[in-house]
T-cell receptor
Framework: SQQGEEDPQALSIQEGENATMNCSYK?????LQWYRQNSGRGLVHLIL?????REKHSGRLRVTLDTSKKSSSLLITASRAADTASYFC??????????????FGKGITLSVRP | KAGVTQTPRYLIKTRGQQVTLSCSPI?????VSWYQQTPGQGLQFLFE???????NKGNFPGRFSGRQFSNSRSEMNVSTLELGDSALYLC???????????????FGSGTQLSVL
């Protein structure tokens, strides 16, 4: 089963609007990361938030993390048509033996209409 | 620096055959991870290699194997291909050295494998 579950599965908005995407997870994590993927290509890292952080900003991106609720949200402000892509939440799971593994959710398809 | 390079970009095979995919990480990166991406399952973790040793493994059958060379380049092999192995196979590298945390991954463009 997936560790990170994104919500919604698909999102369609008008250019200029804000896009909010959510991610929930089940077990303890070191950090949570968001990635973007354009159709049929590799993933591109957007932002990383550590388990002891609550909010981070990067340009038009704002990510929050609530470890008590085991959830995160990614906000893209003033969206552009070029933001159309799939967005993935990745959780760095804490494993036994001082180990960790990065697992991905199934992704959110964002469509930004011009 | 050059990015992560995966070859080939596209591959068509028939059931029962085997396939080898290649990945060259970013220079200086010693950790290489492999993921399988399908529309229904999203990204599934296959394995991670560091300094020629497999550090983590996902829940895939033994038909899926990999290795890493001394120059950090990695290959993954799938034997006895099945129709369900059709997927985009993504390789990612990072400069993570310790086991404690995974930092930012840099992905290649992937190899699209079609099994007929």
């Amino acid at each position: 089963s997936q560790q990170g579950e994104e919500d919604p599965q698909a999102l369609s908005i008008q250019e200029g609007e804000n896009a909010t995407m959510n991610c929930s997870y089940k077990t303890s994590i070191n950090n949570l990361q968001w990635y973007r993927q354009n159709s049929g290509r590799g993933l591109v890292h957007l932002i990383l938030i550590r388990s002891n952080e609550r909010e981070k900003h990067s340009g038009r991106l704002r990510v929050t993390l609530d470890t008590s609720k085991k959830s995160s949200s990614l906000l893209i402000t003033a969206s552009r048509a070029a933001d159309t892509a799939s967005y993935f939440c990745a959780t760095d799971l804490i494993l036994p033996g001082a180990n960790s593994k990065l697992t991905f959710g199934k992704g959110i398809t964002l469509s930004v209409r011009p | 620096k050059a990015g992560v390079t995966q070859t080939p970009r596209y591959l068509i095979k028939t059931r029962g055959q085997q396939v080898t995919l290649s990945c060259s990480p970013i220079s200086g990166h010693r950790s290489v991870s492999w993921y399988q991406q399908t529309p229904g399952q999203g990204l599934q973790f296959l394995f991670e290699y560091f300094s020629e040793t497999q550090r983590n493994k996902g829940n895939f059958p033994g038909r899926f194997s990999g290795r890493q060379f001394s120059n950090s380049r990695s290959e993954m092999n799938v034997s006895t291909l099945e129709l369900g192995d059709s997927a985009l196979y993504l390789c990612a590298s990072s400069d993570r050295s310790g086991l404690l945390t995974n930092e930012k991954l840099f992905f290649g463009s992937g190899t699209q494998l079609s099994v007929l």
